[in-house]
């Protein structure tokens, strides 16, 4: 199996990559936290999250330089993960109608989703390692405008699809200073979590969050350095924008 930074002829470079993961006391950011200190490879885990009492909020973009000024001690990261979301918003889940969409659900259900994520990527991209990179967040199948077939969940579906842009767009201007930076929006499948409880009775295979992680490890230890973002599922599929 590939891994994450192996050098073409199969041997680790280097001292080992190190890896920040922002949203790291939820279920799938516990969950990358305990597979990247678990690989040898890997020298340093960062672990940012509101747990810390750093201030850390989505909803506040002045919040985020405080975390990132703080991890930058530990850098240049070879590796970012952001595993922050929400699917539930004070107390509301995704809408089945347009009758069921209110305003103030939408524009926090963006913040959390698609504003907020950007706003991170603002702080943290200035500490990623030169050459052989990744930045990583956490969408959803949803986002995806032509993979859309079953409408509904108004606000989650146009908040994950923003993301999706954003990381586009985004990507697009990082590669120009290091076309080796590998972008990527990853769904991690529905995953055994508080946030998916209430919409997970009828999936098939409910993924433990760390069968999730290994996917997408995985996913992202084969993608190809190319210009503009990723978008790949858990088991290393393109997904369509």
């Known amino acids: 199996m590939t891994h994450l930074f192996e050098s073409d002829d199969g041997n680790d470079s280097g001292n080992g990559y190190r890896a920040v993961v922002i949203g790291a006391s939820g279920a799938i950011g516990q969950a990358f936290v305990r597979a990247l200190q678990a690989d040898p490879r890997c020298a340093h885990v960062e672990a940012v999250s509101r747990a810390q009492g750093s201030g850390f909020d989505l909803l506040d973009p002045a919040s985020l330089a405080a975390p990132a000024a703080a991890s930058a001690v530990n850098g240049p990261y070879h590796l970012i993960v952001d595993a922050t979301g929400a699917l539930t918003i004070d107390g509301v889940g995704p809408e089945k109608s347009l009758a069921a969409v209110q305003v103030h659900i939408l524009a926090k259900s963006f913040q959390l989703n698609a504003i907020g994520p950007l706003m991170v990527l603002r702080h943290f991209a200035p500490l990623l390692a030169p050459g052989p990179s990744i930045y990583a ?6 986002g995806s405008i032509s993979d859309n077939r079953k409408g509904g969940w108004y606000g989650y579906r146009a908040s994950k699809a ?19 930076l590998r972008v990527a929006a990853l769904q991690p499948g529905t995953v055994r979590s508080n946030l998916s409880k209430p919409f997970s009775a009828g999936v098939p295979h409910l993924l433990e969050p760390g069968e999730s992680v290994a996917g997408m490890l995985a996913a992202l230890a084969g993608l190809q350095a190319r210009p503009g973002a990723q978008f790949v599922d858990y088991q290393g599929q393109q997904i369509p924008w």
């Not at 967040?137 to 949803?142: C, F, P, T």
């Not at 923003?162 to 985004?170: C, E, P, S, V, Y």
Request: glycine share 0%; net charge positive.
């Open 162 to 180: 923003a993301l999706n842009m954003f990381f586009q767009t985004a990507a697009i201007e990082l590669q120009r200073k290091n076309p080796a």
């Open 137 to 142: 967040k956490l969408s959803a199948r949803v």
